[in-house]
């Protein structure tokens, strides 16, 4: 994938009869550290009070000191962030903890509130001090200003004002909150776990904590977790159904299940797809790690060739779209991946990567590759040209080279010997869903909601 699309966060909660929250939601945060790397964050209810621990940078890095043992915790929610909207600052990073006329709030958030703006202009005119750039103060500033004491009807009122994609969970001393936008286009799962219940982006961080699957969030569902249980409560009519494509495509760990699919199966036929609709002359099929090598040997098992490492990953560095500018991101690439002279060299390679934002890794990848000797290298994308930028918890504004150069151009600028796409019918095909059931709008424009230019 060419790095500039920024992922958008990774949230988990946990409310469990003991003394163990935030130790779990330590480790359901290390699970998700691949959803974002800027900064990392939990609150927890203790004795009737939220307190609150965040940082930059990792999990690791934040909490490598902290003693996580001498908490006695119940529950616990964490966070970790890449900015999709609001800067890369300790001020923006969350959980963000309040007070308010309904008690201690702990607010953490996936996604994007394309009207955010707008109603933070509007709340400033009227008097409102915001202390950070996060579109979920927003939110916060929202439940603050209800005309009742009520939660759950405030964040009736609260939510029925923004427009967007979330995944939001919410922490008070008496019950863990999780609440999931009309249209379902964030993820969210439900797990049992020892007793309670936790709640998390991906199904990873349930494997990983030892929690067992129970299912998703509905889409306009709000889930109560607390001493009495379970409980659902639908806060809004649950709109056409929008799930993110992207997190089959490259968000999500290949570990992870969504709406049943297995997200390794899903781009192990994306490139089964790629390789029936694109085929090319060729001596081995290679990837690019670590979100493409699904994909590449779907590839590779359709187009009957040798599936082959031509690409090392150097595992200490973290994904190159977390870097907050372009400059970082082309060190990341080189310091990140080296081609496998022996592999590649003297052989007509296919490159499988799984999508094409900017095009200037593509150019670096293939450069590698061919002065490590390979004698062609044939580009194929797992994935529509994208050409739109998304604004729902992706940050792809940054000059989408699809949206100023066709195919032929993009091939030339990358300086690969051919470049194919996957197909839109494609890329829905493999997936085993039908259009009307995912969001598609960064590669037809069709956003679910409409968004909001800044």
């Known amino acids: 994938m060419n790095r500039p699309i920024h992922e958008e966060c990774g949230i988990f909660g946990i409310w469990l009869p003991g003394r163990e929250a935030v130790s779990t939601a330590l480790t359901g945060l290390i699970a998700l550290q691949h959803r974002g790397q800027e900064s990392a964050g939990i609150s927890w209810s203790q004795q009737g009070e939220l307190l609150e621990k965040r940082g930059m940078g990792l ?9 996580y043992r001498a908490v006695p915790a119940h529950a616990a929610i964490g966070h970790v962030r890449y900015s999709t909207m609001g800067k890369s600052s300790l001020v923006n990073a969350q959980p963000l903890t309040f007070s308010s006329r309904m008690g201690p709030l702990a607010l953490a958030h996936n996604g994007n509130l394309v009207n955010a703006p707008a109603i933070r202009t509007q709340l400033e005119q009227q008097g409102s001090i915001f202390q950070t750039s996060s579109d979920l103060e927003v939110v916060a500033h929202l439940l603050a200003r209800a005309t009742t004491t009520d939660l759950d009807r405030a964040l009736v009122s609260a939510l029925g004002q923004v427009r967007g994609a979330y995944a939001l969970l919410i922490l008070t001393p008496q019950r863990l909150l999780a609440v999931r936008d009309p249209n379902g286009i964030r993820p969210l799962v439900l797990g049992k776990f020892r007793g309670g219940w936790v709640a998390a982006s991906e199904t990873c961080a349930l ?11 509905e889409p306009g569902e709000m889930v109560s977790m607390s001493n009495r249980g379970l409980e659902s409560v639908p806060l809004f009519p649950p709109r056409q159904h929008a799930f993110c494509i992207f997190e089959f495509i490259y968000f999500a760990r290949p ?23 694109a085929p090319a002359e060729a001596d081995i099929v290679t990837g690019v790690p670590d979100s493409s090598l699904s994909a590449a040997a779907g590839y590779a098992e359709a187009a009957g060739l040798p599936y082959e490492t031509g690409l090392i990953r150097n595992r200490y560095l ?13 060190l990341g690439v080189a310091l990140k991946l080296n081609p496998i002279r ?38 194929r994308i797992a994935s ?11 940050d792809t504004k940054d000059d989408l080279v699809a949206a100023r150069m066709g195919p032929g151009e993009i091939r030339e600028y990358v300086g690969a010997d051919s470049l194919e796409f ?14 009307k059931q995912l969001c598609l709008g960064c590669f037809l424009g069709n956003h679910p909601i409409r968004r909001v230019e800044r």
Do not use: W, Y
């Open 342 to 379: 022996g592999v590649v060299a003297g052989k007509r390679v296919v490159l499988v990567d799984d999508s094409l934002i900017r095009g200037t890794t593509s150019l670096r990848i293939v450069q590698l590759l061919k002065e490590a000797g390979a004698r062609e290298v044939h580009l």
């Open 207 to 217: 494997d990983t904590v030892g929690a067992e699957f129970v299912r998703e969030v």
């Open 384 to 394: 529509p040209p994208i050409a739109f930028s998304c604004g729902l918890g992706i």
């Open 422 to 435: 996957l197909s839109p019918e494609g890329m829905v095909a493999a997936t085993g869903f039908n259009a």
């Open 318 to 330: 973290g994904r190159t779209f977390i870097r907050p500018c372009q400059q970082q991101r082309d």
């Open 59 to 67: 999990v690791e890095d934040v909490f490598g000191s902290f003693d």
């Open 255 to 277: 570990d992870s299940v969504f709406m049943g699919r297995n997200v390794h199966m899903v781009r192990r036929e994306l490139g089964r797809a790629l390789a029936r609709e």
